[in-house]
């Protein structure tokens, strides 16, 4: 390839992978081509993108980027793709995991990155069980107002608990 195409293509890689928060990296390699645009198609609809990497390349610019660990290029060996979103490494971490409960091994999470870590295959995996903002925010707004809920019926105790023993201290006066 030549020194042109090559300093294109890098170029590309750099600018493409400039803002991530992390990525997941996989072997493609043993999909069929209706299998890859299957894929293709379901992680475009969940708003990641899979982009093939050639390992040169892709080891040469990660490895210049001063807020990525050295032991993240070990991850590009042969046929490797990347997976990435505007949402980050969480949604592709997901989306994969999704597809991958239809379609078992048929490929191999190598690993990943997220915010300057490196991920092995099973914190990739792990990664993907945790739910996503909006559940999270709901379950804490849960958290916070399920005390609130039980106020009124806690007051209405209290104040019936209180009466009774008002009650049961004037009967006692009234028999003495």
């Not at 999909?31 to 040469?60: C, H, I, P, W, Y």
Request: hydrophobic share 40%; with cysteine; net charge negative.
């Amino acid at each position: 390839m030549s020194r042109e195409l090559n300093d294109i293509i890098t170029k590309d890689i750099e600018t493409r992978f400039a803002g991530m928060d992390g990525c997941v990296v996989f072997d493609y390699q043993g999909l069929s081509a209706g299998d890859t645009f299957e894929l293709r198609r379901r992680l475009r609809q969940d708003g990641v993108l899979m982009n093939v990497v050639q390992n040169r390349l892709s080891k040469r610019v990660f490895s210049e980027r001063e807020d990525i660990p050295g032991e993240f290029t070990d991850l590009f060996r042969g046929p490797t793709a990347l997976l990435t979103s505007e949402e980050g490494a969480l949604r592709a971490s997901k989306s994969i995991s999704n597809w991958l409960k239809e379609n078992k091994d048929s490929v191999e999470i190598r690993g990943g990155l997220f915010e300057g870590k490196v991920l092995t295959k099973e914190e990739v995996n792990a990664m993907a069980k945790i739910p996503d903002k909006e559940t999270l925010l709901a379950q804490t707004a849960g958290m916070f107002l399920s005390p609130v809920q039980f106020l009124p019926s806690a007051a209405k105790s209290l104040v019936s608990h209180l009466a009774g023993c008002a009650k049961a201290r004037h009967e006692e006066l009234s028999d003495s």
